[in-house]
């Protein structure tokens, strides 16, 4: 079993100091110094306590600066000011918690008053998240920028239609807060290989969503993208992204792609049980272990109104348009003949 970090045994040595001192009936007490909690103990029971809970309480990770460190990480983090700066990447094979990843993102970025919009063609973000709006996308439904964190369910319309959706909601967000960028917006796309496909940065079809991750940060935009297709993606659109999660796959096309970022390490996504990711950070990759997230929040559906399309003529007005064009002609050439004979 590896030995916890210096960091971890510190922490749990103090706690366990403090609970000494107020069962002792102490009330004011200063941090122990580390060579005090060394005296006293502290340090070795630690020590043993962390190694004895490594397998529940602690996620192993691999600190990949040397290559071989094996260290046990006490509380995983999101990096949140790096999110909002370069977004999130999450990929992995279906089941493996890359929702589950992100929709833990989702609650730390609201509780620092960032709007979150999902585009969710599951239904996995209405049914599990904490975010309490939806909307049910039809086609052609108008583009109103919430102000509130809010899902969009994308399951009742085709792929075609969701890139359109996608790509109209951007364009109207992007433009939006170029002109009143009052609130932080953070967009998370599930199924993100179908707007950031291989060339999209080239591409005229998605220019507005290829414009949120290259520019966005400076309007206050930023986005997460989730996929099951790491291959599927533009290699480029993942550099921008310097956070990034890789679960278990054991797809031969991904795991050959990741090897561009993981090196060696791509080959232990075969070997990832779900909820275990690699994360690369600020040029560290770490092996982290999260729970499967569950939410109680209710759910309130918003109904945003369909644009009203023009009546089509019916037979009877196409009846009395041509009788009233025909008599129209018929006075028109009256006219001309009286002027004529005259």
């Known amino acids: ?108 970025l609201q509780k620092q008053g960032i709007i979150v919009v999902v585009f969710d063609p599951s239904l996995d973000w209405v049914k599990r998240s904490n975010i309490h709006t939806y909307v049910t996308v039809q086609p052609y439904t108008q583009i109103t920028i919430p102000n509130e964190s809010t899902i969009y369910d994308l399951s009742t319309i085709t792929l075609l239609q969701q890139r359109e ?23 998370v796309y599930e199924e993100a290989h179908q707007y950031f496909p291989q060339g999209c940065l080239r591409s005229k079809n998605m220019q507005y969503s290829v414009r949120l991750l290259t520019q966005g940060r400076n309007f206050k935009l930023s986005m997460a993208m989730i996929t099951q297709f790491s291959s599927m993606i533009d290699k480029d659109v993942m550099k921008f992204m310097n956070q990034r999660f890789f679960g278990a796959s054991n797809e031969p096309n991904d795991i050959s792609y990741l090897k561009g970022f993981l090196n060696k390490h791509a080959q232990e996504l075969k070997t990832l049980d779900s909820g275990e990711f690699l994360y690369f950070n600020k040029g560290k990759i770490s092996k982290i272990g999260i729970e499967p997230y569950e939410s109680e929040v209710r759910k309130t559906q918003i109904v945003i109104p369909e644009p009203k399309l023009e009546q089509p003529t019916t037979p009877k007005q196409e009846t009395n348009i041509a009788t009233f064009l025909r008599l129209g002609m018929l006075i028109f050439f009256t006219a001309l003949l009286l002027g004529a004979m005259t």
């Open 1 to 108: 079993m590896a030995t916890p970090n210096r960091k971890a045994i510190i922490e749990k040595a103090t706690e366990l100091y403090y609970n000494d001192m107020s069962k002792g009936g102490l009330q004011n007490f200063n941090t122990p110094e580390t060579e005090e909690l060394r005296e006293g103990g502290y340090l070795n029971v630690a020590t043993s306590e962390l190694m004895r809970n490594a397998e529940t309480k602690y996620r192993e990770y691999i600190h990949c600066t040397n290559g071989s460190e094996l260290e046990n990480l006490v509380d995983f983090q999101f990096d949140v000011s790096e999110a909002l700066k370069n977004g999130v990447y999450t990929a992995g094979t279906r089941g493996c918690g890359k929702s589950d990843l992100n929709m833990m993102l989702a609650e730390k």
């Open 165 to 187: 959706f996608v790509e109209r909601f951007n364009r109207v967000l992007f433009e939006g807060q170029i002109n009143n960028g009052s609130h932080w917006y953070f967009c």
